[in-house]
């Protein structure tokens, strides 16, 4: 069985500090895929990135990075410079096959002040 | 593209009552899913379908819940009798799981029906 767990239930910070969030996850497959959703106070399930097991690299999209780190089994997102509009529940999920179902963490509320 | 499609977007319905929720999906897509979204629970997925095919409904609560895809642009989310508990946000979502296709394994989820039973 897969497991994904965000120990962050909550977040503040104030604008323009970074903050990362935690992931980590657990299966036995050796072929997987995580993601991060981003869930604003619409309620919009909001993809924003997938990585594949076999590709460690790290990624940077604007003020977005991940740190994925197969060792510790881990997926941590990190905003740099965050914004008030940055203001969302965070969701990283995991999956074992391409297309199958996502196996979701309890998400990262995270609250960003002016 | 529009996107993944429900409706209706609020449902608000008495126990017992049966409650159906639609989704869309996107075009082309060969695999839909069904969450179920709770404070208690977090995001949980009820079934999913493959080619219009259920593949996995391990999730659905219990015989009150039923799901169907007909076609592959079409799917519902069915509850009968309905209760309390039942409510939550529902979403459904998306995908293209082919090899060499881009975005492959992205589920793309649509606004979800929030599911209110009195």
């Known amino acids: 069985a897969q497991k994904v767990t965000q120990a962050q239930t909550e977040i503040s910070v104030v604008e323009k500090e970074d903050v990362t969030l935690d992931c980590v996850y657990e299966?036995?497959?050796?072929?997987?895929?995580l993601f991060w959703y981003k869930q604003p106070p619409s309620g919009e399930l909001v993809f924003l990135i997938r990585?594949?097991?076999?590709?460690?690299q790290n990624e940077i999209s604007g003020r977005y990075s991940w740190n994925f780190q197969k060792s510790t089994s881990s997926f941590n997102f990190t905003i740099t410079a965050s914004q008030v509009v940055d203001s969302a529940v965070y969701f990283c999920?995991?999956?074992?096959?391409?297309?199958?179902?996502?196996?979701f963490g309890g998400g990262t509320r995270l609250m960003v002040k002016p | 593209d529009a996107g993944v499609i429900q409706s209706p977007r609020h449902e608000v319905t008495e126990m017992g009552q049966e409650v159906t929720l639609r989704c869309k999906p996107i075009?082309?897509?060969?695999?839909l899913f069904w969450y179920r979204q709770t404070m208690m629970r977090g995001l949980e997925l009820l079934i999913y379908?493959?080619?219009?095919?259920?593949?996995?409904d391990s999730g659905m609560p219990e015989d009150r819940f039923s799901a169907k895809m007909p076609n592959a642009s079409f799917s519902t989310l069915k509850i009968q009798p309905s209760e309390p508990r039942d409510s939550a946000v529902y979403f459904c979502?998306?995908?293209?799981?082919?090899?060499?296709?881009?975005?492959?394994?992205?589920?793309?989820f649509g606004p979800g029906t929030r599911l209110t039973v009195l």
């Open positions: 979502a998306s995908s293209l799981a082919r090899p060499g296709v881009s975005p492959y394994n992205e589920q793309f």
């Open positions: 299966t036995r497959d050796t072929t997987y895929y």
């Open positions: 999920a995991l999956s074992i096959n391409a297309g199958n179902m996502l196996t």
């Open positions: 379908f493959n080619n219009n095919v259920p593949i996995d």
């Open positions: 990585r594949n097991s076999f590709d460690e």
């Open positions: 075009s082309g897509h060969d695999y």
